[in-house]
């Protein structure tokens, strides 16, 4: 018998006086019980592949070159990848060389390479485009180095003059 399905109603008319008698019956199928149970979430992250640039030294001084004579291509800067994917190379550019804004040298006096020299200047100019490295695969964790030279050009008037030259690593 389900609960809730046994109530009946029973009428009996005894001479003339009538009777209702309710009756009510209840069924008990048994005691619930709490219970506990486990189960499992399935959780994923995509971890991203990221190149992540780190140069030493982060300036360069290639100290006093008087006009119309070099700082041979042996300068280093170093470009260590942190990140957990390889560089597939590193892009450069670079600025004029700058002592006042009337007085500069252009942009492709300084130039890189990826040996060094010490007796010459040597290896690709410089230029105000992003432009990349040739043979500068910088491996996940690993590190590659740069050498860059300068040609001060004759006639140059003195004075310390700045240069910003960006690498980048692409991956």
């Known amino acids: ?9 029973l009428i009996m008319q005894i001479g003339l006086t009538a009777f209702t008698l309710l009756i009510l019956v209840y069924s008990q199928v048994g005691s619930v019980f709490a ?3 486990t189960s499992n979430v ?9 190149c992540e640039i ?6 360069i001084t290639f100290g006093n070159v008087a006009p119309g004579t070099f700082h041979p291509t042996n ?8 990140g957990n994917a390889n560089a597939n190379s590193i892009d450069i550019e670079g600025t004029n060389w700058i002592l006042t804004s009337s007085v500069n040298f252009g942009v492709s006096n300084t130039t890189y390479n990826m040996v060094s020299s010490s007796s010459a200047i040597t ?3 410089l230029s105000n485009t992003l432009t990349p490295v040739t043979g500068s695969v910088v491996p996940a964790g690993g590190s590659n180095t740069i050498y860059f030279g300068v040609n001060v050009p004759v006639a140059q008037a003195a004075g310390t003059y700045t240069q910003n030259i960006i690498l980048e690593n692409s991956c």
């Open 1 to 9: 018998m389900k609960i809730g399905s046994s109530i009946r109603l």
């Open 35 to 37: 219970t506990s149970s």
């Open 42 to 50: 399935l959780a994923n992250v995509v971890v991203s592949s990221v």
């Open 54 to 59: 780190s140069l030493a030294p982060n300036a």
């Open 75 to 82: 300068v280093l800067v170093t470009d260590s990848n942190n």
């Open 123 to 125: 290896g690709v100019q």
